[in-house]
């Protein structure tokens, strides 16, 4: 959409915006964080509607509001669940409309929470793709402001708001694992990482990698996306931002396979009792999953695989959403 590469201004910038209109993140200490043998979390699913996308949302609306180009017609947003949902807490407070378009297969614990705030909610096909294009139909015709799940620069640099915090909540932090689906958090949290010197682990599940197969092809390319976490990562293709900033220095980009996900998922409930979506665990999944071993859950699995810490290496692992059927959790999905 233009705008190529986030800069730390424009992270500087969304901070200002947002400040005291988002959560601040929570941090909490996992098993062996104390003594640096093992990861802290980051909580940000206890933002607003129950995930990162709350940031983006708000420094989007702010910002047009800000400039005088929020319409009548309000915003309309496509998404598989979360950014909808954010999109419409964020102009329920900016008090215009939202007009929400979902697959119809997006998670009814999404569709159902959508609704109390006020959006109109269409649900178009059986995939992201078939709803952004109802959506920016939907913005030809109605004059509506049309905002994007994790492809604006105004989107990233919210997310990115959220390793600012995490900076500066914990010093010494080395590395930030953090889950990828277009790419929006990955590409605004790399930016504020780069100004902080922290490595940022971009993971991706082994059967939606928009972001690993547009590193191979040199440029954003479409995949077919059939991960158990497809319902919060679930693009087809790759951010141009995500895409330059996996290219910087400091940036590692790794794969995971389901059964990781899964397995991250359960033990965040049985060990802490956090209920998190299988795309926020998928940051997990990383430091389960075997270094460099491909699962053989897909062809052509010739990625990194997994990540390693080293001894002391201070991480922080991105809990990014939350909005799931806990009972989910009594009887795991298969990957």
Request: charged content about 20%; aromatic content about 4%; proline content about 5%.
């Amino acid at each position: 959409m233009g705008q190529q590469q986030l800069g730390y201004d424009d992270i500087k910038a969304a901070a200002e915006r947002i400040a005291g209109r988002v959560r601040p993140v929570a941090l909490a200490p996992g098993s062996g964080a104390g003594d640096g043998r093992g990861p802290w979390f980051a909580l940000e699913y206890l933002q607003h509607t129950g995930s990162f996308k709350a940031r983006g949302a708000q420094n989007f609306l702010q910002a047009h509001r800000e400039d005088g180009s929020l319409p009548d017609a309000g915003v309309t947003i496509a998404s598989g669940g979360n950014a909808g949902l954010a999109c419409a807490w964020a102009a329920r407070q900016q008090g215009v409309r939202a007009t929400v378009f979902l697959p119809a297969t997006a998670p009814q614990v999404k569709i159902a929470r959508l609704r109390p705030y006020g959006a109109d909610v269409r649900l178009v096909g059986a995939e992201y793709a078939e709803a952004l294009a109802a959506c920016e139909e939907f913005a030809a015709s109605s004059g509506a402001l049309a905002s994007h799940a994790y492809d604006h620069p105004l989107i990233a640099a919210g997310a990115g708001t959220l390793l600012e915090e995490i900076h500066e909540r914990l010093p010494g932090l080395d590395t930030v694992l953090v889950a990828v689906g277009g790419g929006g958090l990955f590409a605004g949290v790399a930016a504020a990482a780069r100004e902080h010197g922290v490595r940022v682990v971009a993971v991706e599940p082994e059967r939606s990698r928009a972001l690993h197969a547009a590193l191979a092809a040199g440029r954003p390319v479409d995949v077919t996306v059939d991960s158990v976490a497809g319902d919060s990562l679930g693009a087809r293709r790759a951010t141009a931002l995500a895409v330059e900033a996996a290219r910087g220095e400091g940036v590692r980009s790794v794969l995971v396979p389901d059964a990781a996900i899964v397995r991250a998922r359960q033990a965040l409930w049985e060990d802490h009792r956090i209920a998190v979506e299988h795309g926020a665990a998928t940051a997990l999944a990383a430091l389960l999953t075997e270094p460099n071993g491909g699962s053989g859950e897909s062809e052509g699995d010739d990625g990194e695989h997994g990540y390693r810490p080293a001894d002391g290496e201070r991480v922080c692992v991105v809990l990014c959403g939350a909005n799931t059927d806990p009972a989910t959790l009594a009887t795991p999905a298969a990957p």
